[in-house]
């Protein structure tokens, strides 16, 4: 009870008092007696009794009628009407409760922050109706000192407070109070918690921190709400799509729409029965319909912008800020290149109408069934024969008829209908002239060879032949970085004529253009459609070389001012990079347009470059000395600049002036990793003579490092090459060459790997140039080309031109010869399993080895043997990850996954079989335990890496033990499982029996433990008349229930032994009694009739 209501209540009668009573507003309390003691004062019970006692004076009828939750006083008038006014209350208080929980709920949802209105809750005490005026109401704010509404009660000049000081708004205490009341005016979703009955003060930096944290909070709350009204459903059906669908049923151009066939990451697939044509000039409406509905939410259409950015038919229209944009632009794609396939006669669906992101086309199925995907099906081996034939064909026709690319054709995008294959999915198909137009080829070409080949189709082409087949090229992965080295001819500035020839090139190319002066550069793009010539400092001229387009010249000058065009590359059919004196520009041409944009530029003084076109590396050359060299790599249209790093001069300058010339530095691509290549003239060790080549290995992430050191010996002039891995240093002096493999184990020092040449210098065979002369002149004999000459010109990687000859030659490793100059087989093999054209040379050393006169130990053997079949158990592991990985679906998900190849350094035990074991056995040339010795060497290697030994190795140790009649050896091979079982090793101890009797049993035995081999146990026995063993065995395998009567009886007769076939009969007819409950045979099961006399 609250101490001022009842003292206003019960006011005492004035009498004399202390002074502090006299000045007491409220009067003098009444004077209560002391209790005697201190634990009566104390006590529970005389705390009830006193509060009784004030109760009682203040409210004394209230409280002597009230002893329940209900008034029960003497007052029978009242008393109903008061019960059932509070039954009233509580029942609406009841009512009111239950409606704000349901608000609660409402407003809630699945929010994680709640919203609670418990403050809202009635709540009447019983004494509400007599409770005091003057009572302090708990719920009035008007008197709360932090409210945020209350008025300002300080003076706008201040007012003085504590210490006389003057007291502002500005003051702390104030601000952080009024910032304390202000906090319930945020958001109800912004819990701030009750400090209404606290002391708080606020700062303005934490308050304005809370305050944007509040609105930000409001902001992302109103976005989610607003996501969750507009996105998509999950079945891609949102309200707009929803309305869509509505107009094409009530406009009668769809009957109904039966239901959802496909779902997808970018779109949902529905089925519809057609209507009737709306409009004049409408298209006929087909039976059944495909409704396909991109998802209007879809984050991923994000990601694949590069198929429409690049596409010149949208790219006014793209913005990759914009999804719903995108998206109905795929789908408007997607439409049009339907129709480009539909005027070339590729089976696909048929375009109907296309509303927004809705997209109309035929149903490809019957009755509401749609066709299978290629993957789902299962076709003959014909059939197979006939898709893969209908797809190489519908590929070249989408590729020069339609001049598109699927981008992304796999069997999960063709369907099987009507006998053949039907293309579905081209919303992301792009023009062969677009960017990334090849390499999608590629990849379409790739799915397609893996897929068909896994079903058995052995006429599928690889994927570089089905590239070349459907683009017309002619590129393979050995001669991919040959197919950019073309050699032009121009004459006359080009207007007489100009002539592109290159190494794999049968048809050169011919064409004319106008002389606009001295041609400095020129060069074609991938695929030869766009032709960059360079005449000036200041700009490249541009022309194109795509079917159905004018070849008109478009020029493009370097941004940068006063500076100077050092040359470009090409980084890709459409890419092109300006490499000027003060930096580098990234270009894309817009051949449709005969235009160029700039993507990325780099300021940096650039005093050479260099060009590696297998990695997409520029090389520029910085700084004055020119030994500060700047990596930048391009891939599509990103370009990214790599660590730079600094080349170690032989010694320290003299002069200010370039020390480190183009001349010195190549770039080329060793064991798949680029190396820059720096030819040292000098060594900078002070015991080491002669030039040397430092290899500097230059990753894509992490700083470049100095890797190898291949020491020369020698100094002169000299020029690199890389082929097939290894780097090949001519030397003009002496006319030959030198070969390096740093792969090959060489001398660490600690930080680098020092390689001495592997074979002693050779000289490069000598090549003839025919004589061409007139058909009526007798043909002159060839001259032979003079080799290491100073007008020689070296392109990496294996490129020779011989500029006063006018010859291109791509320079190449001859392997026979390298067996004679390596005496150590051990490191020969290592240097041959690397190579590309190995498998024929790597058997021929084999076969050498194992006869005379180079017939080498047993230890050189086995360690041939192991390097061999460590090279084939590494591709066997690559071979079983892929399969793993192509089952478990992970080859859609990861596009870098491939079939592992198998190069030539695989030699399976076949091979080893047809060209060495076989043929050395069959010689006879060497001693039988020789030749036992060896076989069981390549068993144990082949046993040591864990790779099954394939029977016919096995059936060869046999025969060869008993062509020597070493059957005790034989013996102990097959007891002591030397030899692994099998059924055919066993079939060929059967044949031995004549010769050794016990290979009967062994065979025997060796059929009992495969486990596999009952039926040809039977037959054995049945063959050697033991019929009685035949039957127990097979009973004792359980399985003379169902074994065939007639075979054991036609055995039984054989023997001429009547008691033996009784036997026999019996059986089968006890058996017959206990599983049919008739002893007789049945004729049409058993295939026999007997009669039986005694």
């Known amino acids: 009870m609250d101490p001022v209501g009842v003292a206003a209540t019960a006011a005492p009668e004035a009498h004399p008092g202390p002074a502090w009573q006299s000045k007491c507003p409220w009067g003098i309390p009444k004077t209560t007696a002391i209790s005697c003691s201190l634990a009566d004062v104390m006590s529970e019970q005389l705390a009830k009794e006193l509060q009784l006692e004030e109760e009682n004076a203040a409210f004394p009828e209230v409280v002597t009628a009230a002893e329940g939750p209900f008034i029960t006083g003497e007052?029978?008038?009242?008393?109903?009407?008061?019960?059932?006014?509070?039954?009233?209350?509580?029942?609406?208080?009841?009512?009111y409760d239950a409606q704000l929980r349901r608000e609660e709920k409402k407003f809630n949802g699945d929010s994680k922050v709640s919203i609670s209105f418990e403050n809202y809750r009635k709540v009447h005490p019983f004494e509400d109706s007599d409770s005091s005026e003057d009572e302090v109401d708990w719920q009035d704010t008007r008197h709360d000192p932090y409210r945020a509404d209350k008025p300002t009660t300080t003076p706008k000049k201040g007012f003085i407070g504590k210490g006389k000081d003057i007291t502002t708004k500005h003051d702390e205490v104030v601000c952080g109070r009024k910032n304390t009341a202000r906090m319930e005016n945020f958001a109800p979703e912004f819990q701030v918690g009750d400090g209404i009955g606290m002391d708080l003060k606020l700062s303005?930096?934490?308050?304005?921190?809370?305050?944007?944290?509040?609105?930000?909070?409001?902001?992302?709350?109103?976005?989610?709400?607003?996501?969750?009204?507009?996105?998509?459903?999950?079945?891609?059906?949102?309200?707009?799509?929803?309305?869509?669908?509505?107009?094409?049923?009530?406009?009668?151009?769809?009957?109904?729409?039966?239901?959802?066939?496909?779902?997808?990451?970018?779109?949902?697939?529905?089925?519809?029965?057609?209507?009737?044509?709306?409009?004049?000039?409408?298209?006929?409406?087909?039976?059944?319909?495909?409704?396909?509905?991109?998802?209007?939410?879809?984050?991923?259409?994000?990601?694949?912008?590069?198929?429409?950015?690049?596409?010149?038919?949208?790219?006014?229209?793209?913005?990759?800020?914009?999804?719903?944009?995108?998206?109905?632009?795929?789908?408007?794609?997607?439409?049009?290149?339907?129709?480009?396939?539909?005027?070339?006669?590729?089976?696909c669906p048929q375009v109907v109408i296309l509303k927004k992101h809705i997209l109309v086309m035929s149903f490809i199925g019957c009755d509401q069934v749609p066709a299978p995907k290629l993957k789902e099906v299962k076709l003959s081996s014909e059939d197979m024969k006939e898709a893969y034939y209908q797809i190489l064909n519908m590929m070249q026709q989408l590729y020069k008829e339609c001049n598109l690319v699927h981008a992304d054709l796999s069997e999960y995008n063709m369907l099987w209908h009507d006998g053949k294959v039907w293309l579905i999915d081209v919303s992301q198909s792009v023009e062969p002239t677009h960017p990334h137009g090849l390499d999608f080829l590629f990849r379409d070409c790739r799915n397609v060879s893996q897929f068909f080949q896994k079903g058995g189709v052995s006429e599928a082409l690889n994927e570089w032949e089905l590239f070349n087949a459907v683009s017309g090229l002619n590129i393979t992965a050995d001669n991919e970085a040959d197919f950019l080295a073309e050699v032009f001819a121009v004459r006359s500035g080009g207007a007489t004529g100009v002539v592109v020839k290159g190494l794999e090139d049968k048809n050169p190319i011919s064409f004319r253009m106008e002389d606009k002066g001295e041609v400095k550069c020129i060069k074609f793009s991938l695929g030869n459609k766009i032709l960059a010539v360079q005449r000036t400092s200041k700009s490249v001229d541009f022309l194109n070389f795509i079917p159905d387009s004018p070849q008109l010249e478009y020029t493009q000058e370097c941004k940068t001012k006063n500076a100077n065009i050092l040359g470009f590359c090409w980084t890709s059919s459409t890419e092109i990079v300006f490499i000027t004196d003060q930096g580098?520009?990234?270009?894309?041409?817009?051949?449709?347009?005969?235009?160029?944009?700039?993507?990325?530029?780099?300021?940096?003084?650039?005093?050479?470059?260099?060009?590696?076109?297998?990695?997409?590396?520029?090389?520029?050359s910085t700084t004055v000395l020119g030994n500060v060299l700047q990596p930048f790599y391009f891939k599509g249209v990103t370009m990214s600049k790599l660590s730079k790093f600094e080349i170690e001069l032989p010694a320290a300058p003299k002069s200010s002036k370039l020390s480190l010339c183009e001349r010195d530095i190549a770039m080329a691509t060793i064991y798949g990793q680029l190396y820059v290549l720096y030819l040292r003239h000098h060594s900078r060790t002070s015991n080491s003579t002669g030039a040397e080549v430092v290899l500097y290995h230059l990753p894509r992430e992490g700083s470049c490092k100095k890797m190898h050191i291949l020491k020369l010996s020698r100094t002169g002039k000299f020029a690199l090459n890389v082929v097939d891995n290894l780097v090949v240093v001519h030397h003009q002096d002496t006319e030959t060459s030198v070969v390096f493999d740093i792969k090959l184990k060489g001398d660490f020092d600690g930080s680098v790997t020092l390689h001495q040449f592997v074979l002693p210098p050779r000289s490069i065979q000598p090549y003839q140039i025919p004589v061409a002369g007139p058909a009526s002149v007798t043909s002159q004999s060839p001259v032979p080309c003079k080799l290491y000459s100073s007008s020689w010109i070296v392109f990496q990687p294996d490129i020779i031109i011989s500029a006063s000859e006018g010859y291109l030659w791509n320079l190449q490793v001859k392997l026979e010869p390298v067996v004679n100059l390596l005496p150590d087989k051990g490191k020969l093999m290592d240097f041959l399993l690397q190579r590309k054209e190995c498998k024929m040379v790597i058997l021929s050393v084999c076969s050498q080895m194992l006869s005379e006169p180079e017939r080498g130990s047993l230890t050189v053997i086995a360690t041939v043997f192991d390097k061999l079949n460590h090279e084939y158990k590494k591709y066997l592991e690559a071979e079983q990850n892929y399969t793993l990985a192509v089952e478990a679906g992970q080859s859609r998900s990861n596009p870098l996954l491939k079939r592992p190849v198998r190069t030539q350094a695989v030699i399976d035990q076949s091979d080893m079989y047809t060209h060495v074991l076989s043929v050395f056995t069959e010689k006879k040339e060497a001693p039988h335990k020789f030749t036992i010795a060896v076989l069981m060497e390549y068993i144990r290697s082949l046993n040591q890496v864990q790779i099954a030994v394939q029977h016919y190795l096995y059936e060869l140790v046999i025969k060869t033990l008993v062509q020597h009649n070493l059957f005790y050896m034989l013996h102990q091979f097959l007891q002591y499982h030397v030899l692994s079982d099998s059924k055919p090793l066993a079939c060929l101890l059967l044949s031995l029996e004549s010769i050794y009797p016990p290979a009967h049993q062994l065979s025997l035995d060796m059929l009992k433990r495969l486990s596999t081999a009952n039926d040809e146990i039977v037959e054995v026995l049945l063959s050697k008349h033991q019929v009685l063993a035949a039957l127990r065995f097979i009973r004792g395998i359980g399985g003379h229930d169902s074994i065939s009567a007639r075979k054991f009886l036609d055995a039984a007769k054989q023997t001429e032994d009547n008691m033996l076939f009784y036997t026999i009969f019996r059986f089968f007819e006890q058996r017959n009694q206990r599983l049919r409950g008739n002893p007789s045979f049945t004729p049409g099961k058993e295939g026999l009739k007997v009669k039986v006399t005694f």
Not at 247 to 258: A, F, P, Q, R, Y
């Open 584 to 620: 580098i520009e990234f270009y894309q041409v817009l051949p449709e347009k005969r235009s160029l944009k700039l993507l990325k530029s780099q300021n940096i003084n650039v005093n050479w470059y260099m060009y590696c076109p297998e990695s997409s590396v520029i090389l520029l």
């Open 204 to 347: 303005n930096q934490v308050f304005n921190a809370l305050k944007q944290h509040a609105y930000s909070e409001e902001r992302r709350s109103a976005r989610v709400h607003e996501k969750k009204e507009h996105s998509t459903a999950e079945k891609a059906v949102d309200p707009k799509t929803r309305l869509l669908l509505y107009k094409m049923v009530n406009s009668g151009m769809l009957e109904t729409i039966t239901g959802c066939i496909s779902t997808g990451k970018e779109s949902v697939v529905f089925h519809a029965y057609g209507g009737k044509s709306v409009g004049e000039d409408a298209k006929a409406i087909p039976p059944e319909c495909a409704i396909k509905v991109f998802k209007t939410t879809l984050n991923e259409f994000k990601n694949r912008d590069k198929y429409i950015k690049d596409d010149y038919r949208f790219k006014d229209r793209f913005s990759k800020l914009n999804p719903r944009k995108i998206i109905r632009m795929w789908a408007e794609k997607e439409m049009h290149n339907l129709t480009r396939m539909q005027n070339a006669g590729i089976p």
């Open 75 to 95: 007052n029978t008038d009242t008393s109903s009407d008061l019960m059932l006014a509070q039954m009233l209350q509580m029942e609406f208080d009841r009512e």
